[in-house]
């Protein structure tokens, strides 16, 4: 199954084309609200799961920035990503795993070109005007250590994006994105509008490589 994770604040709580889209036969939506605890919006996809080894991919739907994600109440970082601890033995093996759709998670630089009140600029709508490209530091600096810790805590691949994220029904990465294996394996992906779906080929390709 896929579970799309959205916070409230995002602008995609109408993108039903986006399940719409889905390779699998069952899709389900968890709407995290404004003020909603973390470890809430964990205990709701685990309710929303079918057991073990049932997700195959979840997204998550998000404003961010360099190593961060707005998610519920909290800023999700490699600080707190322990909450999603709980959601390990839940994934597919061999599954996607986690794709976070949001702006410059695995930017290891500040992708406003003001940092100071990222989060009201960014829910402006004029994002386009305000966010400069991400930066991949050589072997990953704190963009790459969030993935990096989040994938340690869910044991599954996690994959973000460098720049700005546009919504689209295909689940398109605007510029280059990461994949950080919870092996500690780092993938940047440099082409453009590749889709979270290649996330398995990528660790796949890299895997044989070495």
């Known amino acids: 199954m896929i579970i799309n994770l959205i916070d409230s604040r995002s602008g995609t709580l109408r993108s039903d084309a986006w ?4 390779p699998v ?6 709407v995290a609200g404004k003020e ?6 964990v205990r709701r996809v685990i309710q929303q799961s079918e057991g073990n080894r049932s997700i195959w991919l979840l997204r998550i739907m998000a404003h961010g920035n360099s190593g961060f994600l707005q998610l519920g ?15 390990a033995g839940l994934f597919t093996p061999g599954g ?7 702006c410059g998670p695995a930017s290891d ?4 070109r003001d940092p100071e009140g990222v989060i009201e600029r960014l829910t402006t709508g004029k994002k386009e005007c305000i966010t400069v490209p991400g930066r991949l530091a050589a072997g990953g600096g704190r963009g790459v250590a969030f993935l990096l810790e989040l994938a340690r805590m869910t044991r599954v691949p996690v994959r973000g994006g460098l720049n700005l ?9 605007e510029g280059p994105s990461v994949v950080v294996a919870c092996d500690g394996r780092i993938v940047a992906v440099p082409d453009w509008g590749r889709l979270a779906l290649d996330t398995t080929r990528i660790i796949a390709s890299r895997r044989q490589a070495a």
Do not use: K, M
């Not at 036969?25 to 968890?30: E, S």
């Not at 109440?73 to 959601?87: K, R, V, Y």
């Not at 630089?109 to 406003?112: G, H």
């Open 109 to 112: 630089t500040s992708i406003c």
């Open 96 to 102: 996607i795993g986690v794709a976070l759709h949001s």
């Open 73 to 87: 109440g909290d800023f999700l970082t490699q600080f707190n990503c322990h909450e999603f601890a709980a959601l």
């Open 25 to 30: 036969q069952h899709v389900a939506r968890i």
């Open 36 to 41: 909603e605890p973390l470890n809430n919006v």
């Open 165 to 173: 994220q546009v919504p689209d029904p295909r689940f398109s990465y």
């Open 19 to 22: 399940e719409a889209s889905a």
